[in-house]
């Protein structure tokens, strides 16, 4: 089990919401690894910093999460989903064939999804809008399982990245022209795993 990782506001630097969700733990598979999402609450504010929920639904889905019982198995369903893109995300970087499990388990999340969106009119159009009754917890997931169901069929899947610090194992879009971005946030893992390499370079010469 991960440490409780201390409460902040969310980083959303990896270009697509999927990714993002499967960021939410610090310093992946490293002895420092910190888990962001430890109550279902840290979900529901994930979820609204990512603009999936509006204030008001945050306020309800808070008030259901009181309900001990429900809470638990929507986090560890949020949990699980979080590990299955980032086990299947991975694959994929890595070259590595697809995990049978987390497929499965981001297929059953597509599907508890399905029939779930619908068109909204707008002003000038429609958009589309997920149904869910208020307080509904597991509606966060949709979004997150529909964003990681188009990047896996679209041609962006080959522009994911790991970031090469040591420590981290954040995922990210590397968007710039030749592929060439090595970290997922330049100001944190870049300068940090420069620094490294400066000092391990400095110890070398001694």
């Given at each position: 089990?991960?440490d409780?990782a ?8 990896a270009g697509r919401?999927?990714?993002d ?9 490293s002895?420092?690894?910190l888990d ?6 840290d979900v ?6 990512a ?7 945050a306020?309800?889905?808070?008030q ?11 986090l ?19 070259r590595e064939?697809w ?10 999340t597509l599907?508890?999804?399905?029939g779930?969106r619908?068109l909204?009119?707008g002003?000038?159009?429609f958009?589309w809008k ?9 509606s966060i997931?949709?979004?997150v399982a ?9 041609d962006e899947?080959?522009r994911?990245?790991k970031?090469?610090?040591e ?10 022209k030749?592929q060439s971005?090595r970290w ?11 620094a490294?390499?400066y000092?391990?370079r400095v110890?070398?010469?001694?």
């Amino acid at each position: 089990m991960t440490d409780a990782a201390p409460k902040s506001d969310f980083q959303f630097v990896a270009g697509r919401l999927c990714l993002d969700f499967a960021n939410t733990v610090d310093y992946r598979n490293s002895p420092q690894e910190l888990d962001q999402l430890n109550t279902y609450e840290d979900v529901i504010a994930w979820a609204e910093q990512a603009g999936i929920v509006s204030e008001a639904d945050a306020r309800k889905m808070k008030q259901a999460a009181k309900n001990g019982m429900r809470a638990e198995t929507a986090l560890r369903h949020a949990l699980t989903l979080r590990e299955a893109i980032y086990e299947i995300v991975s694959a994929a970087v890595n070259r590595e064939p697809w995990p049978e499990m987390p497929v499965h388990f981001l297929n059953r999340t597509l599907r508890d999804a399905g029939g779930q969106r619908i068109l909204a009119a707008g002003k000038d159009r429609f958009t589309w809008k997920w149904n869910a009754p208020a307080g509904h917890l597991e509606s966060i997931l949709w979004p997150v399982a529909q964003d990681a169901a188009e990047l896996l069929t679209s041609d962006e899947l080959s522009r994911v990245h790991k970031c090469s610090a040591e420590d981290c194992g954040w995922l990210f879009m590397d968007r710039s022209k030749n592929q060439s971005r090595r970290w997922c946030e330049m100001k944190n893992c870049g300068n940090r795993d420069k620094a490294r390499r400066y000092y391990e370079r400095v110890r070398a010469a001694d």
